[in-house]
């Protein structure tokens, strides 16, 4: 608790949910449908190492604003005596608007790997609770070495994808739909700390990391396994 003080403190924390021995036993069955992941890897020393882990996240408010241009097409196919033709009628499609987003998580620690972190997402804010000490006894609770400068790149970029995103999805009705070009802005509006469980499996195997990642409140989890070559043969 002595090293979450200060600007170090977080606003809000989110209790773990999914405790232990579900943790345990969702990682045994996910294990189970790898036929060829070595047997002694789910064994009872490798469960040992899983440690439930409050990642420090920065929870980014903001907004975008912007417009595109879009390559629409349509395709018709006919017969024309002894020949195939097919028509293809090209339009331009412009879209214009703006989105706000509310709490983008952004993980403030440069030891947990982006992709993992984003691919648990994601998280019921609502469930968030006032930061107390009294979540921690029997976590690991790590402290942000990124503050919320060098992320808000990443909570902006995560932001305009989104938009580009829900641009696109309002032009409906063509075979196909290219991107071209996309103008917005982004304004950062808010920010604060939040402390998120996971889940956390980091083991060797010859000579390679390999990492699981459990959403502590969901369940949802991804991870890289080994593979025994003699099962392949």
Known sequence: AGRLKGNYKPAYVLPFAVQRDAAEKEFRAWCKKRWFLPSDFRSKQQLE????VYVPFWLYDGSVEGSGTFECRNERTYRSGDEEVTRT??????????LDFERVPVDGSAKMPDGHMDAIEPYDFDEMKPFSVAYLPGYVAERYDEDSKVCSNRAEERMRRSFEHDLRATITGYDYVDTGIVRSTTQMTGCMQALLPVWM??????????????????????????VAKFKVA
Do not use: C, I
Request: no cysteine; hydrophobic share 30%; proline share 2%.
């Open 89 to 98: 009628t090209v339009y331009e499609a412009y879209r214009a608007g703006d």
């Open 49 to 52: 190492k899983m440690s439930g």
């Open 201 to 226: 499996l980091h083991t060797t195997w010859e000579g390679n990391d390999y990492l699981f990642a459990m959403n502590g409140q969901t369940g949802r989890f991804v991870g890289d396994l080994p």
